[in-house]
């Protein structure tokens, strides 16, 4: 196409400048406004002031332990105390997309020679739909996982095999520790890239046909050993007789094609949707195109990806969206595995890159727009952490408008967590599973409104969901365990059930009230319903009956 002169989507400082695009969204948001990571925030500056506030010990319980989930943990001890707390979090969450790019660019280099036009069609998918759900050390691990991949290419393809096996034993088990599913991922292209290998050697020295396959599948396995070890770690973690959370929801075909659809949701639905049309365009036109072909090594990857993405059931240890969060993975993969063929000229590959790097920056032009609108947002309701003292006891209840999944979210669900990260308050919204994180919940005094999902409350009951309705809440809140009441894009509900609170801050809807008047509003024998703790899973999802649309509503 162009004989050895680089093309400019081709050279580093295009990587650079590509790599930087991809932080501007997140720039202007002190918080950055990923659904659950003000939650996770709030379980950062317990960790970091535990051991210097022993009072803390009367809400959680915080112990250091060797999981599968640490990613953003880890990276806090060191740069908090440099930074601050939220600058840290928001450098570590800058660095997740930055990283995304850079590693899909680099595999698509180590396997096509060049960075091939196409392959910008995928960088929009650094910005995926887990990564908007806030999903911080997985995003951070699955950002690792791929360029770590990519080395494992260059190595391989420099034949440094023996010192890729000796390097790749500490490696794996770090990614492990960031996130299981980084390091689970990373096994699954590794393999795949190691039987093409295997086989493109076997091929050459003659051996071909399905004996060939199984050979090369053989040491394909034997090579990829040096990432084994975080195995014997996911046992000894998994195996603790403080373990919970089920593993469910098995080949829910609804929702795996939802989750393809969704893979990059944001705020505007139609935009949105019209986006990931394109991305399938561009996969079809390299099964339609004769000038467009697609690489063996990545295909076989993308296609061994599908298939753990299919097999993968939606509810792992007790954590929803197992399977969602790889969606966009899998099509990033098919998206770098296009080339173009030698009979496609300079100019058609430039206009390929063009149109993939206009794709690139519509795309993030949206998302930082969508991101100061979500920024100003948090502004105006965190306004009333003003009048909320250190260390108070703090009862959140955050609206949710539709039972039914509705496409754009508030991104304020775990808006309780900048409470106990900027005040020590207690947050309401904490995940409690034990041998899932860090952190757990024992406030017994808050009886069910101790953790997640307390905090969501809605118009009327949401069948299949445990959001109470706001009347319910305001009704069964045990006040004694309370100092405020923090209400946030509230529904409708009776300001009869108000009685006894004082409005100390209001901003539209929003509202923060001072608990007077600690007496049940109802009869004090009801309080035994609350006897009876949430479960410590994950319930953050909608009944896979339910329509993804946002006018559709469950009685």
Not at 16 to 35: E, S
Not at 341 to 355: K, N, P
Not at 392 to 418: I, K, M, N
Request: charged share 20%.
């Amino acid at each position: 196409m162009n004989g050895g002169k680089l093309n400019w989507w081709q050279t580093r400082w295009f990587v650079a400048a590509m790599a930087l695009l991809a932080a501007v969204p997140l720039i202007w948001p002190t918080v950055p406004p990923l659904v659950d990571l003000p939650g996770h925030m709030g379980r950062y500056r317990v960790q970091l002031e535990y051991a210097h506030q022993p009072w803390l010990a009367d809400w959680y319980h915080f112990e250091w332990q060797l999981i599968g989930n640490l990613g953003v943990d880890l990276l806090i001890e060191p740069l908090a105390p440099i930074f601050g707390l939220e600058l840290a979090v928001k450098l570590i969450v800058i660095a997740i997309p930055v990283l995304t790019v850079t590693g899909l660019l680099w595999i698509a280099r180590e396997v096509q020679g060049r960075i091939p036009a196409t392959a910008l069609f995928a960088l929009p998918l650094a910005y995926s739909y887990p990564f908007q759900f806030g999903f911080a050390n997985f995003a951070l691990s699955m950002a690792l996982a791929l360029n770590l991949f990519a080395l494992w290419l260059r190595m391989g393809r420099l034949g440094a095999v023996k010192l890729r096996a000796i390097l790749f034993v500490p490696l794996s088990c770090i990614l492990w520790v960031a996130h299981t599913f980084g390091w689970g991922v990373l096994g699954v292209l590794a393999f795949s890239a190691e039987l093409i290998r295997q086989h493109d050697m076997r091929r050459a020295r003659g051996a071909s046909g399905l004996k060939g396959w199984i050979e090369s599948a053989f040491h394909a396995g034997i090579g990829c050993i040096p990432l084994a070890l975080p195995m014997v770690l996911m046992v000894l973690w998994r195996s603790g007789d403080h373990v919970t959370g089920k593993t469910t929801d098995w080949f829910n075909w609804r929702w795996k094609i939802n989750w393809v659809t969704m893979v990059l949701r944001d705020r505007w639905m139609a935009f949105d949707l019209a986006s990931v049309t394109v991305l399938f365009l561009v996969l079809l036109k390299g099964v339609r195109d004769e000038r467009v072909e697609y690489s063996r090594n990545l295909v076989l990857s993308a296609a061994f990806l599908a298939v753990v993405y299919l097999l993968l059931p939606r509810i792992v240890f007790g954590s929803a969206y197992a399977d969602m969060r790889l969606a966009p993975y899998v099509l990033a993969i098919a998206l770098i595995a296009l080339r173009p063929r030698r009979g496609l000229s300079l100019r058609g590959a430039s206009t390929l890159a063009v149109v993939g790097l206009l794709f690139f920056g519509v795309r993030i032009a949206a998302t930082t727009v969508s991101y100061m609108m979500y920024s100003n947002d948090y502004d105006r309701v965190l306004t009333a952490l003003d009048h909320v003292p250190p260390r108070a006891r703090l009862l959140t209840f955050v609206g949710r408008q539709y039972c039914a999944d509705v496409w754009p979210s508030s991104r304020l669900e775990h808006v309780a967590g900048l409470a106990l990260e900027r005040k020590l308050a207690y947050a309401n919204d904490q995940w409690s599973m034990a041998g899932g994180q860090l952190l757990t919940v024992h406030y017994a005094q808050a009886k069910r409104f101790a953790h997640d999902p307390s905090e969501i409350v809605t118009q009327r009951r949401c069948r299949g969901q445990w959001w109470r309705p706001i009347d319910t809440a305001l009704k069964l809140m045990p006040r004694d365990a309370f100092d405020y009441v923090w209400l946030v894009h509230p529904p409708r509900y009776d300001a009869a059930l108000t009685r006894g609170l004082t409005p100390i801050w209001q901003s539209g809807r929003d509202v923060l009230y001072r608990i007077d008047d600690r007496r049940p509003i109802i009869d004090p024998a009801a309080y035994e319903l609350l006897s009876k703790p949430l479960p410590n899973e994950d319930h953050r999802v909608v009944p896979a009956r339910r329509s993804t649309l946002p006018d559709k509503d469950d009685d």
